[in-house]
C-alpha cells in the first residue's frame, strides 16, 4: 500500500560505522555477516557494532583507517543521483545513496547501486595499448602520445585538419567537454560531435525553434505539481528508473492520469492509466489526432494562445486534415481512444508532456519534437509549475556537454559557427582571431569563392563512417577522414554497422581513449594502427555536471585515477602540448603541472563567456555550497529554505544570469512568468526577430512578475539600454568593456561585463526579450510539422500521401531520402524494428556488461516477438532466430515471444555489441579487458535515415525478416 511519507525525507540511523572500529576492535565473521543482512547497501553491516558512516574528520582519518564518506553524482542516466562514496584509505569500500538528494532522496536503480564497480571494475583497459601485427601490445604513454600525435600531424600536413575527427563524449564533465570543443577549435575543425546528436538533437532544434531555449523546460521535481502525465517516445521506468519516484508521486497525490503512448507495452505503460499503442514513426499523426479534438472542442487556451503564440492558425489548417479516420488509418490508433486522451488533457492542467528517443530519433524527428510542443502551447501548459516539456536526456552529462558545444555545429553556448561566434570566443579565449582562423582549412565553394570551414558545419558522428567512405568529390570538405578518435563513445550505439567495419577498417588510424576498450577495439579486422588509451572514469575526477533540468552538481574525486588511467583533461593537456599550443589553449587557465588544467580554472573560463544560456552564475564555490547543503533546499520546488543557500534553486538551473557576484537563484521553470526574472521567472525568448509577414512577434500585453515595460520587447541590447535610460546603471567597467566589444551593438550575449544583463533584471526584465512562442519554424525544411513515412515503411499505401524528402546536401554530405524510399522492401522485411533501453544496461553497455552485478542480471541479447508473428514464423521463445535488415546487415539473437510488441513490430534493446553477424568476438579483446557479457548490436542490422535538420539517425522504425537459427 502507498503512503505519503510525514515529510517526504528519507532518513536512515544515526551511527558510528563498523569500518571506522574494525582497525580498534575485532568483529568474529558470524556477528559481521548477521549485522550486514540487516540493510542494504555499500556499508550494510550496521548492527554488529552500532555503526554507519559519519562525516571523516581528516586528522583522525588518515590515522585510524576512518571510513570519510565522499559526494558524487551517478555516471548513468540524466536524473542526477548523488551517490555517497565510502571510502576507507584511499580505497572506495561502499556506497550508499544521496538520501539528502531531492533527486533521488535516498534511491537508487541497479545501475547506481553498482556504480562502485565501474569504477574499479577488473574489466577496464589498465594502461595504454596498441596493435601491432595483430596482437595487442603494452606501451608506455609517452609512446602513445608521440606516435598518435606524429601520425596526426603527418595525416594533417596531407590532407588538413578535418581528415582527423574528434568525437567527444556525454560522460566527460562540464570542464572537461568545454576544453574538448575549445581543443578541437585550436586543432582547426569542426569535426567534433558527441552523443547527443544521436539521442536528442532534434529535441534541442525543434524546441530551441519553438521558444527560445532547446532544453527541459521545468524538472523532474516540479512533476509533483501535474495534474496529467503524457509520455510518448520514451521509457523512464527502465531509462530513467528513480524518475520514476517523482511521476508516481503526483500520480499517487494528485490522482494524475498517466497516459502512456509507445508502440511497444513498457515497464512505464504497466503505470498508465491509458495506454496508447500507435505504429512506430507516426508521431505527428497521433498528436495531431489529438489536437483535432481538442480543437474540435474548443478546449485550446485561447488567451494563451493569442498572447504568447505565433502561427498557431497554420497549425489549426493541417490538424484539419487529420480527421479520426485519417489517424487510424496512418497510426493503427481509434480515434475515439484518442478523444479520450485529449478530454483527460483539457480537463487535467497543468499536464505535462515527457519524451525521450523514441520521439527524436526519426527523420523526421524535428517535426515530432515540435508538435509535441504545440501541443502543450494549445493547452496553454508552458511556463507553468506542473506543466512544461519535461524532455528526459539520456547520459549523466549530455545536457551538459551539449550546452558547451562538443557539436559539428556551434561553438560553446549554442553560439554557433558566424564570424561574430568566433569574435566572441576569441575575446574570451583572449585569441588572436587571424591566428585560429588559419589553423583551418579552405574550400572553393560552387560559386568558385574560397570559404573557411571555420564557418561550416562539420561531419556529425551519425556520419563520420561517411566522412570516411564517401567520394571526396560529393563531400563539402577537401579530404575524406583518415583518423577517427573515440574519447568516451560506444559505436555499438550507432547504425549502419557493417558499414561502420569497413570505415573502421580504411582509416590510418584508430585511437579510442575510455575506461573500457569498447566494441571500437573488436568490430574491425586491423592489425595495426590502433590504440587503446586509459581514461580515468569520473568517480577519478572531479568537476561539474548538468543534470536534465539545467541543474548543475557538483563531483568531487572519490579516488585516486586507478592503473595507469589519465583524467580526460590531462589527456588534453598531453595532445595539446605534442601540437604546440598549449600554452594558447590554456593561456588563461591555472595548471596543476605540465600537463593537467585545473579544473575549477577551466569552470571560471566558461563562466566568462556563456551568457547565452546563463552558464555564468554556476562558480565552484557556489556548487560545491549546494552539494554540502542538500538537506536545505525543498524537494518540490528545489528552493534552498534558510541555511547557507538561502533562496537558491538547487544547482543554480540555467539560465543563472549575470556573474556569480550578483546571486541570481537559477531558474527552475523555463517561461515562467509568475515570477520576477531575478528570482528565477522568465519569458519566451526574441530570438527569431519581432515582426513576421506583418504579424508581431513579441509578446501582447503579457510580461513576466514587477517587469518594467509592461508588453513585449525585444533582446537587450547596449542601444536598448540608452534609448530606456537605463545605461546610467552601468559601472564604469561594465560601460568600457561594453565600447570595447561593439559599443552601442554590443547585446547581452556578447557583453563580456555582464553589465547588459544586470541592468535588464535590475528593472525585472528578461535579457533575452519577451516574446512568442512561433508554432510554425519558417527556416526548417517542414515549417508545420508534417507527417512523413519512415524511409522503411512497410505502408507502401501511404508513401504517395505522406513521402519523405527529396535527397538533399547536408553537413558536408549527400543525404539520401527519396531515392530510397522509392524502393518497396516491405514484401521482403514485412516486420518493423525497432529498439530501446533496458533497466540493466546503458548506453552501448561496455561499461555496465563490464559490471559483474549487472550482467548477470541480463545475460542474453533478445529480439521481442508478437506471438502471431513468431507462430507463423514457427519460432519458439527462447529459440536462437536470426533478425535481418534490408541494407543486408544481420544478427543472432534470442527470441522472445511476448505481447509487448504489437503485430508485425519486433523490438531489441541496443546495449549489446561483441558478437557481428553471428561471430563471437570475444578474442580479439586485449586479456582481461573483454566484458562479461556479449552479444550482437541492434545497430548490426538497423539502417540508413537521417532527421532532415540535425542528422539524428532514424533507429525507431526499421524494417526486417526473421527466421529460426
Given at each position: 500500500m502507498l503512503r505519503k511519507k510525514t515529510n517526504g525525507v528519507a532518513r536512515r540511523p544515526q551511527r558510528t560505522s563498523i569500518l571506522s572500529d574494525v582497525a580498534e576492535k575485532s568483529v568474529d565473521r558470524r556477528a559481521f555477516l548477521r549485522g550486514s543482512g540487516l540493510a542494504i547497501g555499500g556499508l550494510a553491516a550496521i548492527s554488529a557494532t552500532g555503526g554507519t558512516v559519519t562525516q571523516a574528520n581528516a586528522a583522525a582519518s588518515a590515522a585510524a583507517g576512518t571510513v570519510e564518506t565522499i559526494k558524487s553524482v551517478c555516471t548513468h542516466c540524466s536524473v542526477g543521483c548523488t551517490v555517497v562514496a565510502e571510502v576507507q584509505n584511499g580505497v572506495w569500500i561502499g556506497q550508499e545513496p544521496g538520501w539528502d538528494s531531492p533527486f533521488n532522496l535516498g534511491a537508487h536503480c541497479a545501475k547506481g547501486a553498482s556504480v562502485r564497480e565501474h569504477a574499479h571494475g577488473e574489466r577496464r583497459l589498465k594502461y595504454p595499448m596498441k596493435k601491432e601485427g595483430g596482437e595487442w601490445k603494452r606501451i608506455s604513454w609517452e609512446q602513445a602520445i608521440n606516435e598518435i600525435g606524429d601520425g596526426m600531424m603527418q595525416i594533417r600536413q596531407e590532407s588538413g585538419p578535418d581528415s582527423v575527427y574528434w568525437l567527444g563524449s556525454a560522460k566527460h564533465n562540464n570542464?572537461?567537454?568545454?576544453?574538448?570543443?575549445?581543443?578541437?577549435?585550436?586543432?582547426?575543425?569542426?569535426?567534433?560531435?558527441?552523443?547527443?546528436?544521436?539521442?536528442?538533437?532534434?529535441?534541442?532544434?525543434?524546441?530551441?525553434?519553438?521558444?527560445?531555449?532547446?532544453?527541459?523546460t521545468n524538472s523532474y521535481n516540479d512533476i509533483h505539481n501535474s495534474k496529467a502525465i503524457f509520455i510518448i517516445g520514451g521509457n523512464p521506468a527502465e531509462a530513467h528508473p528513480v524518475s520514476l519516484l517523482h511521476v508516481l508521486k503526483a500520480k499517487e497525490q494528485?490522482?494524475?492520469?498517466?497516459?502512456?503512448?509507445?508502440?511497444?507495452?513498457?515497464?512505464?505503460a504497466a503505470h498508465a492509466d491509458e495506454y496508447v499503442r500507435f505504429r512506430p514513426g507516426t508521431d505527428v499523426a497521433l498528436v495531431w489526432g489529438i489536437l483535432y479534438h481538442i480543437f474540435e472542442n474548443g478546449w485550446e487556451d485561447k488567451e494563451f494562445i493569442r498572447t504568447r503564440v505565433w502561427g498557431m492558425d497554420q497549425i489549426r489548417e493541417e490538424v484539419a486534415k487529420w480527421t479520426p479516420e485519417e489517424v487510424e488509418r496512418v497510426t493503427g490508433t481509434p480515434g475515439s481512444q484518442l478523444r479520450r486522451v485529449a478530454r483527460t488533457m483539457a480537463n487535467n492542467r497543468p499536464g505535462t508532456v515527457i519524451w525521450c528517443m523514441g520521439g527524436t530519433q526519426h527523420t523526421n524527428g524535428n517535426n515530432n519534437t515540435r508538435a509535441y510542443c504545440i501541443l502543450q502551447l494549445a493547452l496553454g501548459n508552458m511556463g507553468t509549475s506542473g506543466g512544461g516539456t519535461n524532455i528526459f536526456r539520456g547520459h549523466d552529462n549530455v545536457q551538459g556537454a551539449t550546452d558547451l558545444g562538443v557539436l559539428s555545429h556551434t561553438l560553446p553556448g549554442y553560439y554557433g559557427l558566424s564570424k561574430g561566434a568566433w569574435a566572441h570566443w576569441a575575446r574570451v579565449w583572449e585569441e588572436d582571431p587571424e591566428w585560429l582562423n588559419a589553423q583551418f582549412d579552405t574550400l572553393v565553394g560552387k560559386d568558385g569563392k574560397e570559404k573557411s570551414l571555420q564557418n561550416l558545419r562539420g561531419i556529425p558522428v551519425s556520419r563520420w563512417i561517411d566522412g570516411v567512405l564517401e567520394d571526396k568529390d560529393n563531400m563539402d570538405q577537401p579530404n575524406n577522414v583518415r583518423a577517427m578518435v573515440l574519447w568516451g563513445h560506444a559505436p555499438n550505439s550507432?547504425?549502419?554497422?557493417?558499414?561502420?567495419?569497413?570505415?573502421?577498417?580504411?582509416?590510418?588510424?584508430?585511437?579510442?581513449?575510455?575506461?573500457?576498450?569498447?566494441?571500437?577495439?573488436?568490430?574491425?579486422?586491423?592489425?595495426?594502427?590502433?590504440?587503446?588509451?586509459?581514461?580515468?572514469?569520473?568517480?577519478?575526477?572531479?568537476?561539474?555536471?548538468?543534470?536534465?533540468?539545467?541543474?548543475?552538481?557538483?563531483?568531487?574525486?572519490?579516488?585516486?585515477?586507478?592503473?595507469?588511467?589519465?583524467?580526460?583533461?590531462?589527456?588534453?593537456?598531453?595532445?595539446?602540448?605534442?601540437?604546440?599550443?598549449?600554452?594558447?589553449?590554456?593561456?588563461?587557465?591555472?595548471?596543476?603541472d605540465e600537463n593537467t588544467p585545473n579544473v575549477e580554472s577551466v569552470t571560471r573560463e566558461f563562466n566568462k563567456g556563456l551568457w547565452t544560456i546563463g552558464?555564468?552564475?554556476?562558480?565552484?564555490?557556489?556548487?560545491?555550497?549546494?552539494?554540502?547543503?542538500?538537506?536545505?533546499?525543498?524537494?518540490?520546488?528545489?528552493?534552498?529554505?534558510?541555511?547557507?543557500?538561502?533562496?537558491?534553486?538547487?544547482?543554480?538551473?540555467?539560465?543563472?544570469?549575470?556573474?556569480?557576484?550578483?546571486?541570481?537563484?537559477?531558474?527552475?521553470?523555463?517561461?515562467?512568468?509568475?515570477?520576477?526574472?531575478?528570482?528565477g521567472g522568465?519569458?519566451?525568448?526574441?530570438?527569431?526577430?519581432?515582426?513576421?509577414?506583418?504579424?508581431?512577434?513579441?509578446?501582447?500585453?503579457?510580461?513576466?512578475?514587477?517587469?518594467?515595460?509592461?508588453?513585449?520587447?525585444?533582446?537587450?541590447?547596449?542601444?536598448?539600454?540608452?534609448?530606456?535610460?537605463?545605461?546610467?546603471?552601468?559601472?564604469?567597467?561594465?560601460?568600457?568593456?561594453i565600447e570595447a566589444v561593439a559599443g552601442p551593438k554590443t547585446n547581452w550575449k556578447t557583453d563580456l561585463s555582464g553589465g547588459i544583463q544586470r541592468v535588464a533584471i535590475k528593472h525585472e526584465c528578461a535579457p533575452f526579450g519577451n516574446a512568442k512562442a512561433r508554432a510554425v519554424v519558417w527556416t526548417f525544411p517542414d515549417p508545420v510539422p508534417l507527417h512523413r513515412e519512415p524511409l522503411y515503411t512497410p505502408r507502401r499505401d501511404l508513401v504517395e500521401d505522406y513521402p519523405t524528402y527529396e535527397d538533399r546536401q547536408a553537413y558536408r554530405l549527400p543525404t539520401m531520402y527519396a531515392s530510397i524510399q522509392k524502393n518497396d522492401f516491405s514484401k521482403d522485411y514485412p516486420i518493423v524494428l525497432t529498439s530501446g533501453r533496458l533497466v540493466e544496461y546503458e548506453g552501448g553497455g561496455d561499461e555496465t556488461r563490464s559490471n559483474p552485478w549487472l550482467a548477470e542480471l541480463q545475460q542474453d541479447m533478445f529480439v521481442e516477438i508478437n506471438p502471431r508473428d513468431a507462430n507463423n514464423l514457427g519460432v519458439r521463445?527462447?529459440?536462437?532466430?536470426?533478425?535481418?535488415?534490408?541494407?543486408?546487415?544481420?544478427?543472432?539473437?534470442?527470441?522472445?515471444?511476448?505481447?509487448?510488441?504489437?503485430?508485425?513490430?519486433?523490438?531489441?534493446?541496443?546495449?549489446?555489441?561483441?558478437?557481428?553477424?553471428?561471430?563471437?568476438?570475444?578474442?580479439?579483446?586485449?586479456?582481461?579487458?573483454?566484458?562479461?557479457?556479449?552479444?550482437?548490436?541492434?545497430?548490426?542490422?538497423?539502417?540508413?535515415?537521417?532527421?532532415?535538420?540535425?542528422?539524428?539517425?532514424?533507429?525507431?522504425?526499421?524494417?526486417?525478416k526473421i527466421w529460426a537459427a
Open positions: 570542464e572537461q567537454a568545454y576544453l574538448f570543443r575549445k581543443f578541437a577549435a585550436y586543432w582547426g575543425t569542426n569535426n567534433v560531435d558527441h552523443q547527443a546528436r544521436i539521442c536528442h538533437s532534434t529535441t534541442v532544434a525543434g524546441v530551441a525553434n519553438t521558444w527560445g531555449y532547446g532544453a527541459m494528485n490522482n494524475a492520469p498517466l497516459i502512456v503512448c509507445d508502440p511497444r507495452f513498457t515497464r512505464t550507432q547504425t549502419r554497422g557493417p558499414e561502420m567495419k569497413t570505415a573502421m577498417e580504411k582509416l590510418d588510424m584508430l585511437v579510442v581513449i575510455d575506461p573500457y576498450p569498447t566494441v571500437s577495439a573488436v568490430l574491425h579486422d586491423r592489425t595495426d594502427g590502433c590504440y587503446l588509451l586509459p581514461a580515468c572514469t569520473q568517480f577519478e575526477t572531479r568537476g561539474s555536471v548538468t543534470a536534465s533540468n539545467r541543474s548543475f552538481q557538483w563531483r568531487d574525486q572519490v579516488v585516486e585515477p586507478l592503473f595507469e588511467s589519465k583524467t580526460d583533461h590531462e589527456i588534453i593537456g598531453l595532445f595539446a602540448n605534442k601540437f604546440g599550443w598549449a600554452d594558447r589553449l590554456f593561456r588563461n587557465i591555472e595548471m596543476e552558464y555564468t552564475g554556476q562558480s565552484p564555490e557556489r556548487l560545491k555550497l549546494h552539494m554540502a547543503n542538500q538537506h536545505t533546499f525543498d524537494r518540490t520546488t528545489l528552493r534552498a529554505i534558510g541555511g547557507p543557500a538561502d533562496g537558491d534553486y538547487y544547482g543554480l538551473p540555467w539560465p543563472c544570469w549575470g556573474t556569480a557576484d550578483m546571486k541570481h537563484p537559477g531558474t527552475p521553470n523555463l517561461y515562467d512568468m509568475s515570477k520576477p526574472v531575478s528570482q522568465l519569458t519566451f525568448r526574441a530570438r527569431f526577430g519581432v515582426e513576421r509577414d506583418g504579424d508581431n512577434l513579441l509578446a501582447e500585453g503579457v510580461y513576466s512578475a514587477n517587469s518594467e515595460i509592461q508588453d513585449g520587447y525585444p533582446e537587450f541590447t547596449m542601444q536598448m539600454l540608452m534609448d530606456l535610460g537605463w545605461d546610467a546603471d552601468l559601472t564604469d567597467e561594465e560601460r568600457a568593456s521463445d527462447g529459440a536462437q532466430v536470426w533478425v535481418e535488415g534490408p541494407e543486408g546487415g544481420k544478427v543472432k539473437v534470442m527470441a522472445m515471444v511476448t505481447e509487448r510488441v504489437g503485430e508485425g513490430v519486433a523490438f531489441m534493446p541496443f546495449h549489446f555489441g561483441g558478437h557481428f553477424q553471428g561471430e563471437d568476438l570475444r578474442s580479439k579483446y586485449p586479456d582481461g579487458a573483454d566484458p562479461y557479457v556479449l552479444g550482437e548490436s541492434t545497430n548490426t542490422a538497423q539502417t540508413y535515415g537521417y532527421d532532415s535538420v540535425t542528422q539524428m539517425q532514424e533507429t525507431k522504425s526499421t524494417l526486417c
